[in-house]
C-alpha cells in the first residue's frame, strides 16, 4: 500500500479519491464471510429501506465490529486506519465506527444526497470514510460525490427512513442537488473489489438503486478520525455515536469506544 501525493492532494481538493487495489484479496473474503453473518443475524441497529413487497433489499446496519469478528479483524489489522493517517497526514488515527450497506440486486431505493459529519458528534478536519465494495460496481451503480463539497458548510441531516428532517440542529437544508446537477462537479467510480473509495465527512454524497438483476452491490464503511478531530456535543438531533462514550464537547476522542488504532512511525500494515 503506497499513498501518494497525487493521492494527498486530490484528497485535499477534491474531498473524495478513489484508491486502486489497496486491500488484499483475504480482506475481502473476510468482509464477504462477516456480511453473510450480518445479514442473516441483523444487529439491533439495522434498518430495511425497502418497503414489503417491493424488489430487491436496501439494508443497512451499524457497529458491525462490536459483536462480529471479521469486521473487528479488519477495524484493527488491516491496512485502513494507516491508510487514512497518510492520506489526512495525521500523527494518528482513531476508529470512530463501522456501516454495512446492502443493496440486493433489483433495489430501487436511493441513498440521498447528505454530508456525513452533521449526523456525528465529532468536529475537525481530519475526519473521513473508506468505502469499500465487496462487490464489482459500475459507475451507474456507485456511490456519487460533489467533489469539493468538502468547504461548504454543515447542512441539515435528514433520516432516510422518510427523508424527515433531523429537529432542533439550526442547520439550513441541503441545495437540491438533482434540480440543476450540471452545476456541480458529480464525480463517480467503476470499482473493483480491493478498490477502496475515501472521502471527507462533509463531502457531499448519495447513491442509485442498484438496478442489475443480477450483480449485488455489498459495501462495508468505516470511519475514522485524525489528530483535529473532539468530540462534539451537537443541538438537536444526532445519530452517532448510538451510545454515551463518556465524552464532553471538546474532548479528544481516545477512549474506549473510538480507539486509537494507528500511530505515525508504527510499522507498516501489509494489505
Given at each position: 500500500m503506497r499513498i501518494t501525493e497525487a493521492?494527498?492532494?486530490?484528497?485535499?481538493?477534491?474531498?473524495?479519491?478513489?484508491?486502486?487495489?489497496?486491500?488484499a484479496p483475504?480482506?475481502?473474503?473476510?468482509?464477504?464471510?462477516?456480511?453473510?453473518?450480518?445479514?442473516?443475524?441483523?444487529?439491533?441497529?439495522?434498518?430495511?429501506?425497502?418497503?414489503?413487497?417491493?424488489?430487491?433489499?436496501?439494508?443497512?446496519?451499524?457497529?458491525?465490529?462490536?459483536?462480529?469478528?471479521g469486521f473487528a479483524r479488519?477495524?484493527?489489522?488491516?491496512?485502513?486506519?494507516?491508510?487514512?493517517?497518510?492520506?489526512?497526514?495525521?500523527?494518528?488515527?482513531?476508529?470512530?465506527?463501522?456501516?454495512?450497506?446492502?443493496?440486493?440486486?433489483?433495489?430501487?431505493?436511493?441513498?440521498?444526497?447528505?454530508?456525513?459529519q452533521p449526523y456525528w458528534a465529532v468536529r475537525g478536519r481530519q475526519v473521513c470514510s473508506i468505502w469499500l465494495p465487496l462487490d464489482p460496481v459500475g459507475r451507474d451503480t456507485c456511490v456519487?460525490?460533489?467533489?469539493?463539497?468538502?468547504?461548504?458548510?454543515?447542512?441539515?441531516?435528514?433520516?432516510f427512513a422518510d427523508d424527515s428532517a433531523y429537529a432542533g440542529t439550526g442547520l439550513p437544508e441541503l441545495p437540491d442537488i438533482d434540480a440543476g446537477p450540471d452545476a456541480y462537479?458529480?464525480?463517480?467510480?467503476?470499482?473493483e473489489p480491493g478498490d477502496c473509495i475515501v472521502f471527507s465527512a462533509m463531502t457531499v454524497h448519495g447513491a442509485p438503486g442498484n438496478a442489475s438483476a443480477t450483480t449485488r452491490r455489498r459495501a462495508y464503511a468505516t470511519r475514522w478520525c485524525g489528530d483535529d478531530a473532539?468530540?462534539?456535543?451537537?443541538?438537536?438531533?444526532?445519530?452517532?455515536?448510538?451510545?454515551d462514550p463518556g465524552l464532553k464537547d471538546g474532548d479528544h476522542l481516545d477512549c474506549a469506544d473510538f480507539p486509537v488504532i494507528w500511530r505515525a512511525g508504527t510499522a507498516r500494515q501489509e494489505a
Open positions: 493521492d494527498r492532494e486530490a484528497f485535499a481538493r477534491d474531498g473524495v479519491v478513489c484508491l486502486r487495489q489497496v486491500f483475504h480482506w475481502i473474503e473476510r468482509l464477504r464471510a462477516a456480511t453473510e453473518e450480518a445479514l442473516a443475524h441483523p444487529g439491533p441497529l439495522a434498518e430495511d429501506y425497502t418497503p414489503p413487497g417491493k424488489n430487491g433489499r436496501a439494508f443497512n446496519d451499524l457497529d458491525l465490529a462490536r459483536r462480529i469478528e479488519f477495524v484493527h489489522e488491516s491496512p485502513a486506519a494507516q491508510l487514512c493517517g497518510e492520506l489526512m497526514q495525521s500523527r494518528k488515527i482513531n476508529f470512530f465506527y463501522d456501516q454495512l450497506i446492502v443493496k440486493e440486486p433489483g433495489t430501487a431505493e436511493k441513498t440521498p444526497w447528505h454530508q456525513d456519487r460525490y460533489v467533489a469539493g463539497s468538502h468547504e461548504w458548510p454543515e447542512y441539515n441531516p435528514h433520516h462537479d458529480i464525480r463517480s467510480f467503476a470499482v473532539r468530540y462534539h456535543v451537537r443541538p438537536g438531533e444526532c445519530a452517532i455515536p448510538t451510545r
